[in-house]
């Protein structure tokens, strides 16, 4: 069973669709729950009409089934507020290089 | 014509080439002659044109969305290709060129799009194909001026083209992953392939045999010939549907060390049937640029389509 930090961990390797920002750095991460062999993970999305919330959601799955003792990977996903402010220092950064930001 | 002439360009073609060499970048007319701006405008022409007409090419087949979800991820690739579009008509636009009347004025038939655009794709399943061939066609093609490109402004422009196209290709290789595991579907997606693949071997144009690309390639506007670049395209497209179990007329002859075309190339198209007339044998490339000329089925309608709103507006103020 991995901790909250180890899922954390493994959603730093899964970057958006089209920029090479992980979800973690770009602030769509609301929260991590492990109850025993089940992981939850609540996600927003960067507009209502993400073109890519499919990959997303399976991307994250098969990161978080990668870790040892996981069975079920539950993405919840809520559409809480999301602003620039919300983009971490490391992923302005990478957003920079790809002339994004 | 080198030299100094009346127009927006002011170095020698010496002082360009060796600017060239030197990999100094070229930032705009004052480092350019004429015969580089013009070689550089009819480029870009070519791929602002192919970006803008995917618009109306791909919306048509995303009404045959199976889920919302599907339809909002294809929106989302329309809406990318118009900002792609965008990009390099404002290139254009600080070239001097009229952008106005380039997009909204122009005769449909002189748009300078590829062929495979004017093949109206009907379903979903030949919509996901576009993404995966069509969109990898075009990542292949930016991505080696990405690299390649001396004229600064473009280059930096493509940082972002390029990582959404990389989207593009996902999205379009997880629809067709979809669609092929399950036999039903498997059969529309294999004829979708069928006409699709050698669609998008043609897409780049004429082999090295018959093209030398001196002057694309002399000013660092291409890196690439056009056989180089269907090559790199094939090496990641046949992989991909040997993987899905999808028949393809190409294959990689190791003794070769490249991919071999495996049915008459280039060949007559028929259009109303989407398919290829293989068993009349390869055809010359001239009758290949006859039929591009000539423009496809859908051409009118999708630029007309995209001309629809100026036209109605300039009606409306006069």
Not at chain 1, 17 to 25: G, L, R, T
Not at chain 2, 244 to 257: N, T, W
Request: proline share 6%; hydrophobic share 40%.
């Amino acid at each position: 069973m991995p901790t909250p930090e180890q899922v954390y961990e493994a959603l730093r390797g899964v970057l958006d669709p089209e920029y090479p920002v992980s979800v973690v750095d770009l602030g769509l991460v609301r929260g991590v729950h492990v109850e025993g062999p089940v992981v939850r993970v609540r996600l927003t999305l960067t507009s209502l009409g993400c073109p890519c919330v499919e990959i997303l959601h399976e991307d994250i799955r098969r990161a978080i089934l990668s870790l040892e003792g996981v069975e079920q990977v539950m993405v919840e996903q809520v559409f809480e507020p999301w602003s620039r402010a919300d983009i971490s220092p490391e992923g302005l950064r990478r957003l920079r290089e790809v002339g994004v930001v | 014509m080198a030299g100094r002439g009346w127009g927006l360009a002011a170095v020698t073609e010496q002082e360009l080439l060796q600017r060239i060499r030197e990999g100094r970048l070229v930032e705009g007319p004052e480092h350019a002659t004429e015969r580089y701006l013009e070689g550089l405008k009819r480029t870009l022409v070519v791929s602002a044109d192919t970006e803008l007409v995917s618009a109306p090419a791909y919306l048509r087949a995303a009404q045959r969305a199976p889920t919302l979800n599907a339809y909002v991820s294809a929106l989302g690739i329309i809406q990318d290709e118009l900002g792609h579009a965008h990009i390099a008509y404002r290139l254009l636009e600080d070239l001097g060129v009229d952008t106005k009347a380039l997009v909204y004025e122009r005769d449909p038939g002189d748009f300078k799009y590829p062929y495979a655009f004017d093949v109206p794709l009907d379903t979903w399943t030949e919509l996901v194909v576009a993404n995966a061939f069509y969109d990898r066609a075009g990542f292949v093609l930016l991505g080696d001026v990405f690299r390649n490109t001396s004229y600064g402004p473009w280059k930096r422009a493509l940082a972002k083209v390029d990582r959404e196209e990389n989207f593009h290709l996902r999205h379009g290789e997880r629809w067709m992953e979809i669609l092929a595991s399950d036999p039903a579907t498997k059969a529309e997606l294999q004829e979708a392939v069928d006409w699709m693949f050698v669609m998008t071997l043609e897409w780049f144009g004429l082999p090295d045999r018959l093209k030398r690309h001196t002057e694309q390639i002399e000013y660092g506007l291409k890196g690439s010939t056009n056989d180089q670049l269907r090559q790199q395209w094939m090496s990641t497209a046949v992989p991909l549907c040997e993987r899905l179990g999808l028949r393809v007329p190409a294959h990689f002859d190791p003794e070769r060390g490249e991919y071999v075309i495996d049915c008459p190339f280039p060949a007559d198209f028929d259009e109303e049937n989407k398919r290829w007339r293989f068993e009349q044998g390869p055809v010359g490339w001239d009758q290949v640029l006859a039929r591009w000329r000539r423009r496809g089925p859908a051409n009118e309608e999708f630029v007309t389509q995209l001309q629809r709103g100026y036209r109605e507006l300039v009606r409306a103020v006069a």
